[in-house]
């Protein structure tokens, strides 16, 4: 077992024993939350980082939560948010699909006054959801406006000059791009399923942790039965840059989707395309509850591998979930590693015109957030 394992058991630990801010203290004194100065006092007079009892009161961040537009984006809106590109039909009859993507170094919030240096793709993490129809023809303009070299690697087939890999390319501009330059990708929409794509740069952990990460969606030829979609990408943030996750979320923002649950129809057919982008773990998983879901792995086969309840991705592994929820109520998600969804990964589903649901419960039930916040639940 490695030291940085060590260090952040200590940290659990000590918020569910100690008072949260001492917890917080430790934190910055190992090198501070992303660099942003420690900010105590979403914790100030808890007397428990866990105070799974005490929601209701004043002391558990009340009215704390990220400030998304000062993110620059929401995950919610983030969810249903597909970026089919600029698109126009070339003289051949095939579609082209045209994006711009910038990387941009851009300080976000990923819990309450939990501030990370991030690298961004169009300033936005997990980047946009590129999305496409199989058989495309894609073009990907990348500018490099981040102080660090980048590339942007999709997952696909493609030719090697397309791949984002530092030293294959550089002569033909490709390659590792440097600040300040910039190189186009251009291949073909294939294989449809739900794929993702990220920086390539050593060290790669970094690169990715940091959040360089996006989805992305090749639709088969004939589509998809209709369905209201959603795009999750499971990731975590590293905030004391020790090599582990002190947070996890899936679209970023650590129990957003607690204090927002995802609104959904009964029994209309709700679509995930679920990415795992998540570093330094090996493993993810999602589970969602009282219901089950078809699962297709990397959504590359029109037919179900299982009908389950649970599944677990190591990193870069991707799925299209399918399920109805037949009953009005608030349903719970989680990763299942009990340990992340305390950290933030949790949240819930909302059928029908539930109130059944009290956040700040609901998270204070989860709570060990190490700087002892409650993820914003007031
Ligand atoms: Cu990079």
């Known amino acids: ?20 801010a001492v917890g917080l203290s430790s934190l910055a004194s ?21 105070a799974g009892h005490d929601f209701a009161h004043a002391t558990f961040a009340p009215g704390r939560g990220v400030d998304h537009r000062a993110n620059g984006f929401e995950p919610t809106e983030l969810l249903r948010d597909f970026d089919y590109g600029k698109t126009r039909r070339l003289a051949s009859g095939r579609l082209l699909r045209e994006w711009e993507i910038v990387a941009q170094d851009r300080e976000i919030e990923v819990a309450p006054g939990v501030k990370y240096e991030a690298w961004t793709y169009n300033g936005r993490v ?10 495309d023809k894609l073009r990907i303009r990348f500018v490099n406006g981040s102080e660090h070299p980048h590339t942007i690697h999709f997952h696909g087939i493609h030719p090697a000059l397309m791949d984002g890999m530092p ?7 490709g390659g590792q791009i440097e600040p300040g330059r910039g190189f ?13 794509y990220h920086c390539h740069v050593a060290p790669l952990a970094t690169h990715i942790a940091r959040g360089l990460y996006g989805a992305f969606v090749v639709d088969p ?6 369905a209201d979609e959603m795009v999750m990408v499971m990731n975590g943030f590293d905030t004391n840059f020790d090599l582990s996750n002190e947070v996890y979320a899936v679209n970023t923002v650590g129990f957003h989707y607690v204090n927002d649950p995802i609104e959904v129809r009964r029994d209309e057919l709700v679509r995930i395309y679920l990415v795992n982008a998540l570093e330094f773990d090996p493993v993810n998983s999602f589970h969602v509850h009282a219901n089950f879901f078809q699962f297709y792995p990397t959504g590359t086969s029109p037919q ?5 309840d649970t599944v677990i991705q190591g990193q870069a592994q991707r799925a299209i979930l399918e399920m109805k929820f037949p009953f009005d109520g608030d349903y719970m998600f989680h990763g299942h590693i009990s340990e992340f969804a305390e950290l933030g990964w949790t949240g819930f589903f909302r059928v029908g015109n539930s109130s059944s649901l009290a956040p700040a419960a609901a998270a204070a039930a989860y709570c060990k957030l190490p700087w002892g916040g409650n993820g914003g639940a007031a």
């Open 1 to 20: 077992m490695s030291d940085r394992r060590i260090s952040r058991r200590k940290l659990l630990g000590a918020a569910a024993a100690v008072p949260a």
């Open 30 to 50: 190992r090198g501070g939350l992303g660099g942003a100065p420690a900010r105590a006092d979403s914790a100030k007079g808890s007397s428990n980082g866990h």
């Open 126 to 135: 997990p980047g946009p959801t590129l999305r496409a129809r199989e058989g």
């Open 167 to 173: 030293g294959i390319g550089e002569r033909q501009g």
């Open 184 to 196: 186009t990708y251009e291949f073909d929409a294939m294989p449809f399923g739900v794929h993702l």
């Open 221 to 226: 030829k004939g589509g998809r039965p209709e």
């Open 304 to 308: 179900p591998s299982e009908y389950t």
